[in-house]
């Protein structure tokens, strides 16, 4: 089912990001940016969120995203909107990466690529082991798939059973310091996750409706992989695609005009 | 030591449906039978140590008390960031258990051997540590990581280790006094126990009345029961089958420094090198100075020179 609003849930999202980064100085909003549509349709269209003790679960093991997920936590309502003002400050709230304890909804402590992959395997089966109906799902940066713990856990999970678990890449082609096929024998992708057992799926990252419907259709059984093709700095057109945007600082004057271009 | 400790894991497992039991391909025969009884709690994650401890956080966050089991290098080196961040920042109850402290495994080689953990595990916070010394401590280990729900590491020898506490222990996070004494204690922890109790005998015959403590929790350290055990006491002397530089003895040197200036403490350990020799751990004993004869020599010394 679309959401009528869902567009504009997104770009509030992306808007907040933006203000995240400028206030904060810090680096990371390509990569924020180019997650938050995989985080909306999550958080709005796919987990279940209502009853927060038998929850389903979101970690976001690319941690370097956090201001993606702190704005969506804040829109979805689960956290305070108040928070984000701490966000990355001296004597502040939320941290640049994960801390479990610094707010609801923030499920793992991750910061350290490959980490939050394999503990969402293990929530994942230790629910299966309660008969527990709840699921588990983990987004990890492309750049983060050369972490040799991704490729353990997607040998295991099979195995596991783990039919609950949903891996979403956020496929944005640009890792810190360059493209991920320039760097290391990248292709193919899906087909290696596939080989190694998953129910495997490519998909518009920014298409809401075909990210929604890769979440939910039915795996026969099989760990799911997400492979979503997404764009880094998406939304800004001036940040969409470029490397820079990694680690480049969002001054007042491109803040704003960053949200005037914000699309 | 390694089956009181798992067996008596398993044996609460089977009464209680928290906890979970996860090895990596390790542990011949010790699972055999529990992996039949309760299949839906126990998991070999194969050699993929990151992935494990990785999956073990997960499971802790999933509602289990999880226990890892393997040889010390793959709980605690290979994964070493995984047990940093997973499971000790996240403060999950997961207890690693680590089997092979120090040249158990000799000569295996020094990939085998773990003679650098306790430098390494006192790095986290967070992360309790016990260093049993025979089958008996290592149950009351295994009592007390049931009864809560911290991060642990354990410590373990293999299998075989004598016993030396006859009657179980009221208190394993307390040091332990194996004998009395009052020229000089003898403070050690695992299984080197031996070697310290003939070392206590051997001192006897010289007419040295030997304190010998076991301390079979290194982290959060005892030290102010020590202190008070030690009342009296000149010569304190740590005996440990683990690097001389980053183990027990070094935590109560850094300790005394700042809080008792004029104890004496001689510390002996592993000299910290990567061990080429092939020798069996009595072998690696004698050649690195652990054994009874130069423990009591070593303290004869040092009385002497007071």
Request: hydrophobic share 40%; net charge negative.
């Amino acid at each position: 089912m679309d959401h009528p609003n869902i567009l504009d849930i997104a770009k509030r999202i992306r808007h907040s990001i933006i203000e995240l980064a400028c206030v904060s100085q810090g680096p990371h909003v390509g990569t924020a940016l180019s997650c938050a549509d995989i985080l909306t349709t999550l958080y709005f269209q796919v987990m279940r969120l209502d009853d927060w003790e038998s929850r389903d679960i979101g970690i976001l093991s690319k941690g370097h995203a956090a201001m993606a997920l702190y704005a969506t936590l804040a829109e979805k309502g689960i956290i305070d909107k108040e928070l984000l003002k701490g966000y990355c400050l001296n004597d502040g709230t939320l941290p640049a990466h994960l801390d479990r304890f610094s707010a609801k909804g923030v499920e793992v402590s991750a910061g350290s690529l490959g980490h939050g992959f394999n503990i969402g395997l293990g929530m994942a089966y230790g629910f299966k082991k309660r008969e527990l109906d709840r699921r588990v799902f983990v987004v990890i940066g492309d750049g983060e798939s050369q972490e040799g713990s991704i490729w353990e856990g997607a040998l295991f999970a099979p195995t596991m059973g783990l039919d609950n678990f949903t891996v979403i890449v956020d496929y944005n082609n640009l890792q810190g310091y360059g493209r991920p096929n320039d760097i290391c024998s990248f292709h193919p992708f899906a087909e290696k996750w596939q080989a190694f057992g998953w129910h495997t799926v490519e998909v518009d990252g920014h298409d809401h409706v075909a990210l929604q419907r890769a979440m939910n259709e039915p795996t026969a059984g099989k760990p799911r992989a997400v492979i979503a093709h997404t764009t880094k700095g998406k939304g800004v057109p001036f940040m969409e695609d470029q490397l820079v945007w990694h680690y480049y600082i969002v001054t007042e004057e491109i803040r704003k005009q960053s949200l005037e271009a914000l699309r | 030591m390694r089956n009181a400790f798992i067996d008596t894991v398993i044996e609460e497992c089977l009464r209680r449906d928290d906890i979970f039991i996860i090895s990596g391909d390790a542990g011949l025969g010790v699972f055999d039978e529990f992996g039949k009884q309760r299949p839906d709690r126990f998991l070999n994650l194969g050699v993929a140590e990151q992935n494990a401890i990785g999956c073990a956080a997960g499971m802790a966050l999933a509602g289990f008390r999880v226990y890892v089991y393997n040889i010390v290098p793959f709980v605690l080196y290979r994964c070493y960031e995984q047990v940093r961040n997973d499971i000790c920042y996240q403060q999950l109850p997961v207890t690693l258990v680590g089997i092979g402290s120090g040249f158990s495994y000799a000569p295996m080689g020094m990939t085998h051997y773990s003679v650098e953990d306790l430098g390494v595990a006192q790095t986290l916070p967070n992360l309790r540590v016990f260093s049993p010394a025979d089958p008996t401590e290592a149950e009351a280990s295994a009592r007390f990581t049931l009864a809560g729900s911290e991060p642990t590491y354990v410590r373990l020898a293999k299998r075989g280790e004598p016993r030396v506490h006859l009657d179980a222990l009221p208190d394993v996070t307390r040091p332990i006094q194996l004998a009395e004494g009052r020229d000089v204690a003898l403070v050690f922890h695992g299984t080197v126990v031996g070697e310290v109790l003939e070392a206590h005998r051997i001192l006897g015959e010289m007419g040295v009345s030997a304190k010998v403590i076991s301390l079979p929790l290194i982290n959060p350290c005892p030290i102010d029961q020590l202190d008070e055990m030690l009342e009296g006491i000149g010569q304190v002397v740590t005996i440990e089958e683990h690097f001389v530089d980053s183990g027990l003895g070094c935590r109560l040197a850094l300790w005394s420094a700042a809080n008792r200036p004029n104890w004496r403490l001689s510390r002996m350990g592993i000299k910290p090198e990567y061990v080429h020799a092939v020798k069996k751990q009595e072998g690696m004993r004698a050649h690195y100075s652990l054994t009874s004869a130069h423990i009591a020599s070593h303290v004869r010394s040092l009385l002497v020179k007071n």
